[in-house]
């Protein structure tokens, strides 16, 4: 299963609301999930089954959507949050990420 | 607290081998699928390969089946991956990562700080 995600970067200021989308080529039902990852640091989980919050993350983000297309959402960009973003569906192995969103500051 | 720690990495010359260890606490290893995942340098994350909380069932990314081993040993807290014929292209950062399992989506909730693996001459 590819994961596409859009855009590729993204420039945002501080306190904007921005979304990343991530298509999956064939269904993925709700087996999606998203990551974050800092330079040089081990990514951190965001969002599981496309839509619920993992422990510990800020309610700023949100995930929607199901079978093919879904959504992450930043409501109101923090400096922390300028880092790059992975999907990945956990659908059926071979498990697969997307090519990533790096989310700079403008 | 769940800590994941690897070892193992370094330096290999083309078609030579290495293992990889993950060391785990903090919750009960022998419940959870686990992982390993890839970064080459200033790429993406690649998912390498999966094995059931049991042993019982493993699964490989084609880019490194019948190169890769996935193994653990549940007395012990420990996952393994065994790279022989290792490639340039193998060249990454390798990660261990705990699976919620399916009700959470298969998502990875704990990860190592990642053992870097450089396949060079």
């Known amino acids: 299963i590819q994961m596409t995600q859009s855009p590729s970067s993204l420039s945002a200021s501080v306190g904007d609301r921005v979304t990343i989308t991530c298509r999956a080529s064939?269904?993925?039902?709700?087996?999606l999930n998203w990551y974050q990852q800092k330079p040089g640091k081990a990514p951190e989980l965001l969002i599981y089954a496309a839509s619920s919050l993992q422990s510990g993350v800020p309610s700023t983000f949100s995930g929607s959507g199901s079978g093919t297309d879904f959504t992450l959402t930043i409501s109101s960009l923090q400096p922390e949050d300028f880092a790059t973003y992975y999907c990945q569906q956990g659908y059926s192995t071979p498990y697969s990420f997307g090519q990533g969103t790096k989310l700079e500051i403008k | 607290q769940v800590q994941l720690v690897e070892s193992g990495g370094g330096v290999v010359q083309p078609g030579g081998s290495l293992r990889l260890s993950c060391a785990v606490s903090?919750?009960?290893?022998?419940?959870?699928?686990m992982h390993w995942v890839r970064q080459a340098p200033g790429k993406g994350l690649e998912w390498v390969t999966l094995i059931q909380y049991d042993g019982g069932n493993k699964y490989y990314a084609d880019s490194v089946k019948g190169r890769f081993t996935i193994s653990r040993d549940n007395s012990k807290n420990m996952l393994y991956l065994q790279m022989n014929s290792l490639r340039a292209e193998d060249t990454a950062v390798y990660y261990c990562?705990?699976?919620?399992?399916?009700?959470?989506?298969?998502?990875?909730?704990?990860w190592g700080q990642g053992a870097l693996v450089t396949v060079s001459s």
């Open positions: 064939q269904s993925i039902s709700t087996y």
């Open positions: 990562a705990k699976d919620q399992g399916y009700v959470y989506g298969h998502s990875f909730d704990y």
């Open positions: 903090g919750f009960t290893f022998s419940n959870f699928g």
